[in-house]
C-alpha cells in the first residue's frame, strides 16, 4: 500500500518568506509527527496529532513554527518568515499502533 | 555510538562481517526502544524494537540488546551486506512517553565490497 509522502521533496525560499510543507499519511493512521533533521544530526521532535488535535506542540521551535491537520489526513506544518536556521529536512511520520511510525521521505528546506 | 559535536561517529566493515552498533540512552524511564535506518535521501525505516522487560531481540540478520543499568542499547547485524550501508538511530520513547520518541545522533555505517 501507500505509504506517507511528502511534499514538495525540495523547497528554496528566500529569508523572510512563509512556506507550506505537506505531509498525507498512511490512510486510516490516526497519529502523525512532523520531526526536523538538521544536517548530520538525529531527529528533533516538533509536534504531535491525535486525530486533527496536537496534544503536544513543545517540539516547535518558536512561533513562527505552526502545523494543522484536517480531517484527520492531511497535515500541514507552516513555516513564516523564514530563517536561515530553519534550513533542514522535515520529516512526517504516522502510525497506527503505539510507536510504529512510519516516515515520509522527507521536505528539504533550505533557506537563502 | 555517542555523537561529537556535529559528526556522525562512523563504522566501515567489510562485507560478510557482522556489525555492532552502539547507543547511550538518555532517560532511565524510557522503556521501549527502537532501531531505524536511514538510506541516503530516504526517511527512517523502522528495523527492530524492544521494551525494557526484555534484554534481547531477534530479528531478520538483527538482534538488538538493551542493558538497562548502563543504560545502553546495540544493534548487532549479520553478515553485513552493501546494502546495510545507511545511517542508524536509536530512538527511545522520552521517559515513557506513549507516543514521543527521541532520537540519537546516529552512526554511520559503510560496507565495504
Known amino acids: 500500500g501507500a505509504g506517507v509522502s511528502q511534499s514538495p521533496s525540495n523547497k528554496v525560499t528566500e529569508k523572510g518568506k512563509d512556506v507550506e510543507l505537506r505531509c498525507d499519511p498512511i490512510?486510516?493512521?490516526?497519529?502523525l509527527y512532523w520531526y526536523r533533521q538538521s544536517l548530520g544530526q538525529g531527529l528533533e521532535f516538533l509536534i504531535y496529532?491525535?486525530?486533527?488535535?496536537?496534544?503536544?506542540k513543545s517540539g516547535l521551535p518558536s512561533d513562527r513554527f505552526s502545523a494543522e491537520r484536517t480531517g484527520g489526513s492531511v497535515s500541514t506544518l507552516t513555516i513564516q518568515r523564514t530563517q536561515q536556521e530553519d534550513s533542514a529536512v522535515y520529516l512526517c511520520?504516522?502510525?497506527?499502533?503505539?510507536?510504529?511510525?512510519?516516515f515520509g521521505p522527507g521536505t528539504r528546506l533550505t533557506v537563502t | 555510538g555517542e555523537s561529537v559535536g556535529l559528526h556522525l561517529p562512523t563504522l566501515s566493515v567489510q562485507e560478510g562481517d557482522n556489525s555492532i552498533i552502539n547507543c547511550a540512552y538518555s532517560?532511565?524511564?524510557?522503556?521501549?526502544f527502537i532501531w531505524y535506518k536511514q538510506e541516503s535521501g530516504k526517511g527512517p525505516q523502522f528495523i527492530i524494537d524492544?521494551?525494557?522487560?526484555?534484554d534481547k531481540r531477534q530479528g531478520q540478520r538483527v538482534t538488538v540488546l538493551l542493558n538497562k543499568t548502563v543504560k545502553h542499547l546495540s544493534l548487532q547485524i549479520a553478515a553485513t551486506q552493501p546494502g546495510d550501508s545507511a545511517v542508524y538511530f536509536c530512538?527511545?520513547?522520552?521517559?515513557?512517553?506513549?507516543?514521543?520518541?527521541?532520537f540519537g545522533k546516529g552512526t554511520l555505517l559503510t560496507v565495504n565490497p
Open positions: 511520520a504516522s502510525s497506527e499502533a503505539l510507536y510504529e511510525q512510519y
Open positions: 490512510s486510516g493512521h490516526t497519529a
Open positions: 496529532f491525535q486525530g486533527n488535535s496536537a496534544p503536544d
Open positions: 532517560n532511565s524511564a524510557s522503556d521501549y
Open positions: 524492544i521494551r525494557s522487560n526484555m
Open positions: 530512538a527511545e520513547n522520552s521517559g515513557g512517553s506513549n507516543y514521543k520518541l527521541t
